[in-house]
């Protein structure tokens, strides 16, 4: 069972920055597509962004040009850069091996106007 574990959240004000980290237990990062979806209250799950295997990025029109979605194979680590914070994007943010049914236990983001 492979586990994930999201770090990073926490609380910033508009305009600013926060990088978030998930970091597996096995070797899966450089070998499947993992993806950062996120959750605020009464809505649905959405997607942030995802990157492949082989390193292609796409994102939610949302975050386009705000967020970076990155790896390093060798720590295991998918990141989530995310600049230019709006209260809009206050959420539980999730780690997620597309295709899969793993899923980390989520880190809080919020962000204050």
């Known amino acids: 069972q492979v586990q994930l574990v999201e770090s990073g959240g926490g609380l910033v004000q508009a305009g600013g920055s926060l990088r978030l980290s998930c970091s597996a237990s096995?070797?899966?990062?450089?070998?499947?597509?993992m993806g950062w979806y996120r959750q605020a209250p009464g809505q649905q799950r959405e997607l942030v962004a995802f990157?492949?295997?082989?390193?292609?990025?796409t994102y939610g029109d949302s975050v386009k040009g705000r967020f970076t979605i990155s790896r390093d194979n060798a720590k295991n680590t998918v990141y989530l850069q995310m600049n230019s914070l709006k209260p809009e994007d206050t959420a539980v943010y999730y780690c997620?091996?597309?295709?899969?049914?793993?899923w980390g236990q989520g880190t809080q983001v919020t962000v204050s106007a």
């Open positions: 096995e070797i899966i990062v450089s070998m499947r597509t």
């Open positions: 990157i492949t295997s082989g390193g292609d990025t």
């Open positions: 997620h091996v597309l295709g899969h049914t793993y």
